[in-house]
């Protein structure tokens, strides 16, 4: 049986460190923008109650209908 490679090591290895599974810590590391950061999103205080619901609703968070701004963004930051 072969072992999958890991197309970047150390991204690979930190995520292992983290303590992600050696599947999740693969996958991440395998993916074509994996060492690339984001930042293209505005941060989660400048967006509308409705597109955190939106998003909430996505990350199929419970009790998001009940949640104010300040909740959902906590809710998606700990989901």
Excluded: H, V
């Excluded at 999958?4 to 050696?22: F, M, T």
């Excluded at 395998?30 to 984001?38: D, E, F, H, R």
């Excluded at 609703?57 to 906590?74: C, H, P, Q, V, W």
């Amino acid at each position: 049986m072969d072992i999958p490679s890991i197309e970047n090591e150390a991204q690979y290895k930190a995520l292992r460190d983290k303590g992600y599974s050696k599947e999740k810590a693969a996958r991440i590391a395998n993916t074509p923008n994996a060492s690339k950061k984001g930042g293209e999103a505005k941060p989660y205080e400048e967006w509308t109650r409705s597109d955190l619901y939106q998003q909430a609703k996505k990350a199929d968070i419970n009790g998001r209908s009940k949640m104010d701004k300040t909740e959902l963004i906590f809710a998606l930051r700990n989901n």
